[in-house]
């Protein structure tokens, strides 16, 4: 949309988006038929009419057809390639926070073979780019991630320093001078659209539209101003160019994602299926007021032209839109990647600061009653292996949370040993385990 909305706005026809799914070919088998035009619908107070938009131009799968991606990251016509994948789709060792080399994708892209990770496609066109003096190329990073452009180009640059040094050392020299990393902040609630969402759109639409997006009303783009080459007039379509981005990013990390997860889990552990179910229960949303004011808005400093408190308003008020149908097992997937950003930098910071980060605490011990009691089939992350080999045969308060504490991948060690977070894990895990949401309204309400 901010594509099509600055050609529109500056008269130009130059841009076009070539899209590339990764684990699964859906939205490509969708888009391709269709000329890669799709609907968004926005849903909401203050929703648009229906829109469709007609900046993508072609639709790969890339897992299907890794060397094609190559291709068009290599082409001369490419100026800017962008990401919007999963944090586990970095392939991020979590021991290291570098590339995973030891991932078997990630080994076989290295050694070769049509690459099938994210990073491997993007580096092996880049390499292309250098050997055809194809010229400069950005590359931007549009996900959850603080310092999300560094991380992208430290992964990049580790992938060709993992090649043979005759690839890697002229890689690695032309990376230096023709390709940026500038980081951004997107904000828009997208959830997967439903079948009914396609036949509401059809009705209102009168055709069927395969590949329609339903989405929210707001929607917020910042980025870096790093650009190697050419780019798009983002800045005519409503972008906000910024040289402080990581404020941005942290505003977002630690207020909305952070309520989100806290959201989540809270609803998981009382059966609430949607995060708008789970927010109108008047007690949660009194906790999530209470983690934003009391813990995460005294540890992060907001960015010029942010209002705290309307910002942490409108979350909520977000939240709320029954429209977007964000289930909670959705939004609390992929936790183990999730809470160190979302959550623990937040406890951290009080109790450095002599405070006890009881909202974010509540948060974090939700996620361990999530692990400790969905069906090991149901628990979907990354580190599902490592976190039930972890978990004793009797789950309990006083069992559980030390033995999620002992995983160095998530907890460092100077919080596992932290008493008042492992107090606090303790209280609420206890309360959500006993008492259920009778018990975790009165303590929530009690203050």
Known sequence: MFTEDAMLADGSSDWGIVGVTQRSDTVARQLAPQDGLFTVAERGSGAAPLRVVSSIVEAISGKDHPETVVDRIAAATTHVVTLTITEKGYRIDPHTGSLNTGDPQVRGDLAGHP????????????????????????????????????????????????????????????????????????????????????????????????????????????????????????????????????????????LLNASHSLLAYLGLATGMETISDTVEESSFRTACQLMLTENALPTISLPDGLDGAIYCDRILERFANPALGHTTAKVGSDGSQKIGLRLLSTVRANLDAGREPRWAALAVAGWMHHVATAPAQELNDPLVAELLAVLPAERSAVTVVPALLSMRSIFDEELAANATFTRLLTHWYRIIETHGLNGLRKEINNG
Do not use: H, Y
């Open 115 to 254: 690459p099938q990770t994210a990073i491997g496609q993007l580096t092996r066109g880049i390499q292309a780019r250098s050997r055809t003096g194809a010229g400069f190329l950005t590359v931007v990073s549009c996900d959850n991630l603080p310092g999300n452009g560094e991380l992208t180009e430290n992964l990049v640059r580790a992938f060709a320093a993992a090649l043979p040094g005759e690839e890697a050392e002229p890689l690695l020299a032309w990376l230096d001078g023709n390709v940026t990393f500038p980081s951004t902040m997107v904000d828009r609630m997208v959830p997967a659209t439903t079948g009914a969402d396609l036949d509401a759109i059809e009705r209102e639409l009168g055709l069927r539209d395969e590949a329609a997006v339903v989405a929210e009303p707001f929607m917020q783009w910042v980025i870096e101003d790093n650009f190697a080459g050419d780019r798009p007039a983002w800045e005519k379509a409503g972008a906000l160019f910024s040289n402080d981005v990581a404020a941005w990013e942290a505003a977002k990390l630690r």
